[in-house]
């Protein structure tokens, strides 16, 4: 048996990357104009992927929040809330496609938040499992009633779906299994002292172990293979046919969890990535308020009032209806001049003020400005479907509050406003 892990990765590796051989300039010259040519279109593809996705969201979140409107409408009668909740899955199944083609169009920086990763890697599998040769099978073997860990969902779908797709190239021929398993381990002393990887997280954090292994039975992997399998994409598959990460990202994504991912190939049972992830502790000062529980109690807004901008008017009667029905009082508009004017007619009127980023002439962080122009001390957040560093600088010097990511699911928006309602503490509205 062969293992490997990130602190034996550390030493020189004596794979060196594939590369064309050539003998003359010429011959160099046309291998680098293929490879950004590659590139070239691999950005292309990313960008009309990110742009089909964004519109697919948009439409998955009308049909989900309206569904979820009709849900409550209906209340227990059965033959339309079997229909109702048969749409919901649907509409469930086709965000979950739009977020897997959303979250290789971008890299995002890690947001960690408690996650139960047991219903998650089920829905993420139940895609997979679509895209599989006929020639190959794959299982998920799930522990009940894990813990939850602090984890980004976009990464460790990016991080299951590349080791998956490793296994498939890995196994181009024949039949084949690939295994997920996901369960915990106590990770003590004599578990740490099987890769040096280990010993690092059990001086972080021993005890309960969240793990997730990523098997398939094929060929094993060399010995000079697997010492540098963190470090180039391994794969047996032509350049044509590679797809996804190079293996490096996968372990700089696990990384950036707080966790160790570690290979073992042998000739009896195939290839095996198994990722451990530190537990999430109790009271941890990243667990987000969980006002979705608050909104599913009634009225809750106390008459909060809140300025809505968006250019998608779907979207708008979507919030303001869930919205107005937990006690919120919602002006939403999808004209920010028509917006400016209200606030300027009335500026004491609101309490908080939600702005797009994407809107047509002009950006949120134009608008939070112009917002504050007319009324400074006016909590102002910005919704967006991508935050990185840059927009949280500009969001600062633009004076806004907060940054929101602007996710497909209405309820899930709604829950963020109720949030931000709760940590601004507001004044309470008589309505």
């Known amino acids: 048996m062969i293992t490997v892990d990130r602190a034996q990765n550390m030493t020189d590796n004596p794979i060196q990357p594939k590369a064309a051989v050539t003998t003359t300039d010429g011959s160099a010259a046309v291998s680098l104009e293929d490879q950004l040519r590659e590139a070239q279109t691999a950005a292309t593809i990313g960008t009309l992927a990110a742009g089909i996705a964004r519109e697919l969201n948009n439409s998955v979140a009308a049909i989900l929040g309206n569904v979820e409107l009709a849900r409550q409408d209906v209340g227990s009668y059965a033959p339309a809330l079997e229909s109702l909740n048969e749409i919901r899955k649907a509409g469930a199944r086709a965000h979950a496609l739009a977020q897997q083609m959303l979250s290789f169009s971008r890299r995002q920086p890690t947001e960690l938040k408690r996650t139960r990763l047991g219903p998650f890697l089920e829905d993420s599998l139940h895609l997979l499992r679509a895209t599989l040769p006929p020639r190959l099978s794959l299982e998920l073997h799930c522990a009940g009633n894990l813990p939850p860990i602090l984890a980004d969902a976009a990464q460790i779908e990016q991080i299951v ?5 490793h296994a498939i190239q890995h196994m181009r021929s024949g039949r084949g299994h690939i295994d997920v398993r996901l369960d915990t381990v106590n990770l003590d002393s004599e ?5 040096a990887a280990l010993r690092e997280l059990h001086a972080r954090q021993p005890g309960p172990t969240l793990r997730l292994a ?3 039975d094929g060929p094993a992997m060399d010995t000079m293979t697997l010492a540098g399998v963190f470090k180039h994409a391994v794969t047996a598959a032509p350049v044509e046919e590679k797809t996804g990460l190079d293996l490096s990202e996968v372990q700089a994504m696990v ?9 073992d190939s042998g000739a009896d049972h195939g290839t095996t990535f198994t990722i451990y992830l530190p537990i999430a502790k109790a009271g941890s000062e990243h667990a987000p308020y969980d ?9 809750s807004g106390d008459g909060v009032h809140i300025l809505y901008i968006d250019d998608d008017d779907s979207l708008v009667f979507l919030v303001e209806r869930f919205l107005e029905r937990r006690g919120f009082r919602i002006s939403g508009y999808v004209d920010q001049h028509e917006a400016l004017n209200a606030l300027s007619a009335d500026p004491a009127a609101f309490d ?4 797009d980023y ?10 939070a400005r112009e917002i504050r122009a007319i009324r400074s001390d006016l909590p102002v957040v910005v919704a967006s479907g991508a935050i990185d560093d840059v927009l949280r600088a500009q969001a600062q010097g633009a004076g806004v509050r907060e940054l929101i990511f602007k996710v ?7 829950a963020a406003f109720a949030r931000l309602a709760h940590t601004l503490r507001m004044p309470s509205k008589s309505g």
């Open 291 to 299: 006002a979705t529980g608050a909104l599913a109690q009634g009225k």
């Open 214 to 216: 990523i098997s398939d």
């Open 191 to 195: 578990l740490a002292g099987a890769h």
């Open 358 to 367: 994407n809107m047509p002439g002009s950006s949120g962080l134009e608008i």
């Open 352 to 355: 908080l003020a939600v702005v």
């Open 255 to 263: 990384l950036a969890h707080n966790g160790v991912i570690v290979a």
């Open 408 to 414: 497909s699911e209405v309820e899930d928006l709604c």
């Open 161 to 165: 779906i590349n080791l998956t797709a």
